[in-house]
Protein backbone atom coordinates (compact mmCIF):
# COMPACT_ATOMS: atom_id res chain seq x y z
CA UNK A 1 0.00 0.00 0.00
CA UNK A 2 2.83 2.33 -0.17
CA UNK A 3 4.15 2.93 -3.66
CA UNK A 4 3.74 6.49 -3.81
CA UNK A 5 6.39 6.45 -1.14
CA UNK A 6 8.54 4.31 -2.52
CA UNK A 7 8.33 1.47 0.61
CA UNK A 8 6.38 -1.26 -1.51
CA UNK A 9 7.86 -1.76 -5.52
CA UNK A 10 5.05 -3.31 -7.64
CA UNK A 11 7.59 -5.69 -9.28
CA UNK A 12 8.47 -7.03 -5.61
CA UNK A 13 8.22 -11.08 -5.66
CA UNK A 14 5.64 -11.01 -2.69
CA UNK A 15 2.86 -8.11 -4.56
CA UNK A 16 3.19 -10.06 -8.51
CA UNK A 17 2.32 -13.59 -6.59
CA UNK A 18 -0.45 -11.10 -5.27
CA UNK A 19 -1.43 -9.68 -8.44
CA UNK A 20 -0.95 -12.57 -10.55
CA UNK A 21 -4.07 -14.31 -10.16
CA UNK A 22 -6.09 -10.98 -11.04
CA UNK A 23 -8.05 -11.99 -14.93
CA UNK A 24 -10.16 -10.20 -17.06
CA UNK A 25 -12.99 -12.54 -16.20
CA UNK A 26 -12.51 -12.41 -12.70
CA UNK A 27 -12.02 -8.78 -12.28
CA UNK A 28 -13.82 -7.02 -15.06
CA UNK A 29 -17.46 -8.92 -14.92
CA UNK A 30 -19.25 -5.83 -14.74
CA UNK A 31 -17.11 -4.33 -18.08
CA UNK A 32 -16.82 -7.45 -19.98
CA UNK A 33 -20.02 -6.79 -21.27
CA UNK A 34 -19.52 -2.96 -23.01
CA UNK A 35 -15.96 -3.92 -24.98
CA UNK A 36 -16.41 -4.31 -28.41
CA UNK A 37 -13.67 -5.59 -30.63
CA UNK A 38 -12.55 -2.47 -32.23
CA UNK A 39 -12.17 -0.88 -28.74
CA UNK A 40 -9.15 1.20 -28.37
CA UNK A 41 -8.31 0.73 -24.32
CA UNK A 42 -5.60 2.24 -21.98
CA UNK A 43 -5.77 0.15 -18.92
CA UNK A 44 -3.54 2.36 -15.78
CA UNK A 45 -1.92 0.79 -13.30
CA UNK A 46 -1.97 -2.36 -15.20
CA UNK A 47 0.77 -4.14 -13.21
CA UNK A 48 1.76 -7.74 -14.57
CA UNK A 49 -0.47 -7.71 -17.58
CA UNK A 50 -2.86 -10.41 -16.29
CA UNK A 51 -6.10 -8.32 -16.24
CA UNK A 52 -4.72 -6.25 -19.66
CA UNK A 53 -4.18 -8.64 -21.99
CA UNK A 54 -7.53 -10.17 -21.13
CA UNK A 55 -9.04 -6.86 -22.74
CA UNK A 56 -6.86 -6.53 -25.24
CA UNK A 57 -8.23 -10.34 -26.82
CA UNK A 58 -11.45 -8.84 -26.61
CA UNK A 59 -11.16 -6.04 -27.97
CA UNK A 60 -8.60 -7.50 -31.44
CA UNK A 61 -9.48 -4.96 -34.17
CA UNK A 62 -8.53 -2.02 -31.65
CA UNK A 63 -5.21 -1.32 -29.49
CA UNK A 64 -5.03 -1.58 -25.68
CA UNK A 65 -2.20 0.11 -23.91
CA UNK A 66 -1.08 -0.84 -20.40
CA UNK A 67 0.39 2.05 -18.49
CA UNK A 68 2.22 1.51 -15.15
CA UNK A 69 4.67 3.52 -13.08
CA UNK A 70 7.00 0.80 -12.00
CA UNK A 71 9.96 0.02 -15.25
CA UNK A 72 10.50 -3.62 -13.25
CA UNK A 73 7.01 -4.36 -13.69
CA UNK A 74 6.44 -3.27 -16.78
CA UNK A 75 9.30 -5.01 -18.44
CA UNK A 76 7.65 -8.01 -16.84
CA UNK A 77 4.27 -7.89 -18.56
CA UNK A 78 6.18 -6.98 -21.51
CA UNK A 79 8.44 -10.21 -21.31
CA UNK A 80 4.95 -12.40 -20.47
CA UNK A 81 2.78 -10.90 -23.25
CA UNK A 82 4.80 -9.80 -26.34
CA UNK A 83 4.06 -8.45 -29.63
CA UNK A 84 4.34 -11.61 -31.15
CA UNK A 85 1.60 -13.11 -29.10
CA UNK A 86 -0.86 -10.26 -28.33
CA UNK A 87 -0.05 -8.12 -31.62
CA UNK A 88 -2.62 -5.48 -30.52
CA UNK A 89 -1.17 -4.72 -27.10
CA UNK A 90 1.78 -2.88 -25.35
CA UNK A 91 3.36 -1.84 -22.23
CA UNK A 92 4.56 1.36 -21.71
CA UNK A 93 5.86 3.64 -18.22
CA UNK A 94 3.49 6.27 -17.43
CA UNK A 95 2.09 7.95 -14.47
CA UNK A 96 -1.30 7.59 -13.85
CA UNK A 97 -2.05 11.76 -12.49
CA UNK A 98 -0.37 12.70 -15.96
CA UNK A 99 -0.93 10.57 -18.38
CA UNK A 100 0.64 13.29 -20.33
CA UNK A 101 2.23 10.41 -23.81
CA UNK A 102 -2.13 10.48 -24.31
CA UNK A 103 -3.76 13.06 -26.17
CA UNK A 104 -7.26 14.62 -25.09
CA UNK A 105 -10.14 12.12 -26.15
CA UNK A 106 -7.59 9.07 -27.24
CA UNK A 107 -9.62 5.75 -26.04
CA UNK A 108 -13.01 3.93 -26.15
CA UNK A 109 -12.10 2.45 -22.47
CA UNK A 110 -10.13 3.74 -19.90
CA UNK A 111 -9.73 1.25 -17.19
CA UNK A 112 -7.98 0.75 -13.65
CA UNK A 113 -8.50 -2.23 -11.06
CA UNK A 114 -7.41 -1.58 -7.55
CA UNK A 115 -5.29 1.64 -8.41
CA UNK A 116 -6.38 3.89 -6.63
CA UNK A 117 -6.40 2.75 -2.97
CA UNK A 118 -2.66 3.24 -3.06
CA UNK A 119 -2.92 7.21 -4.65
CA UNK A 120 -2.55 10.10 -2.17
CA UNK A 121 -4.98 12.22 -4.35
CA UNK A 122 -7.56 10.14 -6.49
CA UNK A 123 -9.49 12.61 -8.08
CA UNK A 124 -6.57 13.91 -9.83
CA UNK A 125 -5.81 10.63 -11.40
CA UNK A 126 -9.91 10.64 -12.63
CA UNK A 127 -9.85 14.02 -13.90
CA UNK A 128 -6.81 12.50 -15.86
CA UNK A 129 -9.00 9.41 -16.91
CA UNK A 130 -11.44 11.53 -18.27
CA UNK A 131 -9.43 13.42 -20.12
CA UNK A 132 -8.15 11.28 -22.21
CA UNK A 133 -11.23 9.09 -22.37
CA UNK A 134 -13.11 9.94 -25.78
CA UNK A 135 -17.12 11.60 -25.54
CA UNK A 136 -19.44 8.49 -25.68
CA UNK A 137 -16.55 6.14 -24.33
CA UNK A 138 -16.69 4.43 -20.91
CA UNK A 139 -14.13 5.05 -17.61
CA UNK A 140 -14.48 1.89 -15.56
CA UNK A 141 -13.08 1.50 -12.05
CA UNK A 142 -13.21 -1.34 -9.53
CA UNK A 143 -11.27 -1.20 -6.34
CA UNK A 144 -11.66 -3.15 -3.15
CA UNK A 145 -12.44 -1.52 -0.16
CA UNK A 146 -9.74 -2.72 2.69
CA UNK A 147 -12.19 -1.64 5.73
CA UNK A 148 -14.47 -3.76 4.69
CA UNK A 149 -13.88 -7.50 5.05
CA UNK A 150 -16.81 -9.90 4.56
CA UNK A 151 -15.69 -13.00 5.10
CA UNK A 152 -12.35 -14.31 6.61
CA UNK A 153 -12.96 -18.06 6.94
CA UNK A 154 -10.96 -19.60 9.29
CA UNK A 155 -11.49 -16.44 11.12
CA UNK A 156 -8.00 -16.36 12.73
CA UNK A 157 -6.52 -14.01 15.53
CA UNK A 158 -3.58 -13.50 13.52
CA UNK A 159 -4.44 -12.78 10.12
CA UNK A 160 -6.94 -9.85 11.71
CA UNK A 161 -4.28 -8.57 14.05
CA UNK A 162 -1.65 -8.52 10.54
CA UNK A 163 -5.10 -6.55 8.91
CA UNK A 164 -5.72 -4.00 11.66
CA UNK A 165 -2.08 -2.95 11.41
CA UNK A 166 -2.58 -2.54 7.63
CA UNK A 167 -5.63 -0.49 8.23
CA UNK A 168 -3.72 1.72 10.45
CA UNK A 169 -0.77 1.78 7.68
CA UNK A 170 -2.28 2.51 4.08
CA UNK A 171 -3.63 6.01 5.06
CA UNK A 172 -0.34 6.73 6.39
CA UNK A 173 1.18 5.46 3.18
CA UNK A 174 -1.26 7.70 1.05
CA UNK A 175 -3.47 4.91 0.89
CA UNK A 176 -7.44 4.72 0.97
CA UNK A 177 -9.11 1.70 3.23
CA UNK A 178 -12.33 2.85 1.61
CA UNK A 179 -11.24 3.19 -1.82
CA UNK A 180 -14.44 1.19 -3.27
CA UNK A 181 -16.96 2.51 -1.14
CA UNK A 182 -15.37 6.40 -2.23
CA UNK A 183 -15.64 5.99 -5.77
CA UNK A 184 -18.68 7.40 -6.03
CA UNK A 185 -18.10 9.88 -4.57
CA UNK A 186 -14.40 10.72 -6.38
CA UNK A 187 -15.98 10.15 -9.78
CA UNK A 188 -18.58 13.05 -9.17
CA UNK A 189 -15.89 15.51 -7.65
CA UNK A 190 -13.80 14.65 -10.85
CA UNK A 191 -16.83 15.54 -13.06
CA UNK A 192 -17.91 12.30 -14.56
CA UNK A 193 -21.40 13.51 -14.65
CA UNK A 194 -20.53 16.73 -16.95
CA UNK A 195 -22.10 16.66 -20.63
CA UNK A 196 -24.74 14.54 -19.47
CA UNK A 197 -22.56 11.82 -18.27
CA UNK A 198 -23.78 8.66 -16.96
CA UNK A 199 -22.60 7.00 -13.97
CA UNK A 200 -23.61 3.16 -13.17
CA UNK A 201 -22.52 2.18 -9.62
CA UNK A 202 -22.07 -1.67 -8.13
CA UNK A 203 -20.24 -3.57 -5.49
CA UNK A 204 -19.12 -6.84 -5.75
CA UNK A 205 -16.90 -9.55 -3.85
CA UNK A 206 -12.88 -9.45 -3.91
CA UNK A 207 -11.30 -12.26 -2.99
CA UNK A 208 -7.84 -11.67 -1.14
CA UNK A 209 -5.02 -14.32 -2.03
CA UNK A 210 -2.23 -14.95 0.98
CA UNK A 211 -0.25 -12.68 2.16
CA UNK A 212 2.15 -15.08 3.28
CA UNK A 213 4.70 -13.80 1.02
CA UNK A 214 3.92 -9.95 2.28
CA UNK A 215 4.85 -11.37 6.12
CA UNK A 216 7.95 -13.23 5.72
CA UNK A 217 11.14 -13.20 3.87
CA UNK A 218 12.90 -10.26 2.08
CA UNK A 219 9.10 -8.45 3.03
CA UNK A 220 9.49 -9.12 6.15
CA UNK A 221 12.99 -7.47 6.88
CA UNK A 222 11.53 -4.73 5.08
CA UNK A 223 8.51 -4.44 6.95
CA UNK A 224 10.94 -4.47 10.39
CA UNK A 225 13.27 -1.85 8.52
CA UNK A 226 10.89 0.44 8.08
CA UNK A 227 9.21 -0.12 11.54
CA UNK A 228 6.08 -1.62 10.18
CA UNK A 229 5.95 -4.61 12.47
CA UNK A 230 8.27 -6.37 14.69
CA UNK A 231 10.25 -9.70 14.24
CA UNK A 232 7.78 -11.46 16.41
CA UNK A 233 4.25 -9.72 14.98
CA UNK A 234 5.63 -11.04 11.86
CA UNK A 235 6.01 -14.85 12.99
CA UNK A 236 2.96 -14.37 14.39
CA UNK A 237 1.13 -13.59 10.98
CA UNK A 238 3.06 -15.47 8.92
CA UNK A 239 1.90 -19.24 11.19
CA UNK A 240 -1.48 -17.80 10.76
CA UNK A 241 -1.19 -17.40 7.36
CA UNK A 242 -0.08 -21.07 7.10
CA UNK A 243 -2.77 -22.45 9.06
CA UNK A 244 -5.57 -20.13 6.66
CA UNK A 245 -3.91 -21.95 3.70
CA UNK A 246 -3.85 -25.29 5.20
CA UNK A 247 -7.41 -25.52 5.64
CA UNK A 248 -9.97 -26.24 3.55
CA UNK A 249 -12.82 -24.07 2.12
CA UNK A 250 -10.63 -20.93 3.17
CA UNK A 251 -11.57 -17.58 1.85
CA UNK A 252 -11.03 -13.84 2.41
CA UNK A 253 -13.60 -11.52 0.67
CA UNK A 254 -13.55 -7.27 0.88
CA UNK A 255 -16.01 -5.12 -0.43
CA UNK A 256 -15.55 -4.09 -3.73
CA UNK A 257 -17.01 -0.80 -5.58
CA UNK A 258 -17.33 -1.09 -9.58
CA UNK A 259 -18.05 2.09 -11.40
CA UNK A 260 -18.69 2.39 -15.02
CA UNK A 261 -19.15 6.41 -16.37
CA UNK A 262 -20.33 6.86 -20.16
CA UNK A 263 -18.84 10.70 -20.81
CA UNK A 264 -20.79 13.26 -21.84
CA UNK A 265 -20.69 14.04 -25.27
Not at 24 to 39: D, E, F, M, N, R
Request: net charge negative; charged share 25%; with cysteine.
Amino acid sequence: MAYQKGIIKADDQSITKLYGERTGQVSCQYLLPHITKTANILDVGCGPGTITVDLAKLASEGQTIGVDNSEGIIKQASTSFPPAEVPNLKFQVGDATDLKDFPDSSFDIVHAHALLVHIPDPVKVLKEFYRVCKPGGIIALRENSPSVVLSLKPDLPGIRGYWDRALVMIPKMGGHPAAGVDLEKWAKEAGFEENRGELAVSTGKFWSPSHLDRVSGPAADQAIQYGMATKEELDTWAKAFEEWEATEGHEWVLEAGELLCWKGK
